[in-house]
């Protein structure tokens, strides 16, 4: 009886807490401005943030879409940050990679969308890579090829090659859908390579992947850390640079931060604390904050 009062105070109490972020972000006026990319040239590696985890990157002669999201609206959570790009505005995608499934991440509309511009721009579909037991969410979007990747395995496409890593998370798309795979991905083509984490707390496998795979480039969330209880799946700024010194990677850029408002922390803080850990631990000419739709070169 006892057990059960607490834990209908706890639902409660989050219930509440929830409540406030979704009046939070309805309120809160949307901010940000909408770029067209600049396409890359003497094989660099080209860089834009989306917003949250979104990244369209230019490796290896691909175009490759990371966690695509362009929803306005994230269910009841408004968006904050406007999309640093328009779909209408990519070029041809050769390649999404999806992190893991939760619906921050796999948005299936910006999905379906990036398939249909496709369609339209060059007439084929890109490929999709996925953790396992994802199929099934994304088998009806109209992709040329889904491809499963467990950890430490890798996938080839052209000059491109693509290693799913291990991260601290998990993958449910709903409360006891726990079976599905989740991790970040390593990608390399000659001398460039870049690692997106999706999302993951701290842990000793940013050493591995450091040890293992060497990336030049490290996007890092640095978002949705309070509670306290929220680092046990996601990295604050202070983790984030404790990861990027792991990895011993020369670029840090940031995300899940500022886009949706998903923890209690204000919108503002992430990036700030982040330029006093990055101060503290040396690094923070190192450390690259992109601006949505603008994109960078390396």
């Known amino acids: 009886m006892i057990r059960a009062t607490l834990r209908n105070r706890a639902l409660r109490k989050r219930a509440s807490q929830f409540g406030k972020l979704v009046r939070h ?4 006026p949307r901010s940000g401005e909408t770029h067209k990319p600049r396409l890359v040239s003497h ?3 080209g860089l834009t943030f989306i917003g949250h985890s979104s990244f369209f990157v230019q490796l290896g002669g691909l175009s490759v879409m990371i966690d695509p999201n362009f929803a306005r609206w994230l269910f009841v959570l408004k968006r904050l940050r406007r ?24 948005h299936r509309p910006s999905l379906r969308a990036i398939v249909q511009n496709n369609l339209r721009t060059r007439g084929k579909a890109p490929v999709i890579i996925i953790p396992t037991h994802v199929t099934d969410l994304i088998s009806d979007l109209g992709f040329s090829e889904i491809i499963e ?3 430490w395995k890798n996938s080839r496409h052209g000059a491109v090659s693509v290693t799913h890593v291990p991260s601290r998370h998990w993958g449910a798309r709903i409360l006891k859908d726990s079976h599905r795979g989740y991790g970040g991905y390593v990608l390399r083509s000659g001398k460039h390579s870049l690692y997106h984490a999706g999302d993951t707390a701290y842990f000793s496998g940013f050493r591995e992947i450091g040890r293992r795979l060497s990336p030049e480039l490290a996007l890092l969330p640095i978002g949705a850390y309070n509670p306290s209880s929220f680092r046990n799946v996601h990295t604050d700024p202070g983790d984030a640079t404790r990861a990027f010194l792991d990895l011993n990677a020369r670029w840090m850029v940031p995300m899940h931060y500022g886009t949706f408002r998903l923890s209690h922390e204000p919108v503002d803080e992430p990036l700030q604390l982040l330029e006093k850990e990055a101060r503290a631990a040396g690094i923070k000419d190192r450390v690259v904050v992109l601006e949505e739709g603008v994109t960078r070169f390396f």
Do not use: C, N, Q, Y
């Open 83 to 106: 999309p640093g790009l328009r779909v209408r505005d990519l070029p041809a995608i050769d390649l999404v990679l999806v992190s893991h499934a939760h619906f921050d991440h796999l």
């Open 149 to 151: 990747l467990d950890w």
């Open 43 to 45: 094989g660099e590696l």
């Open 25 to 28: 972000s309805a309120v809160t």
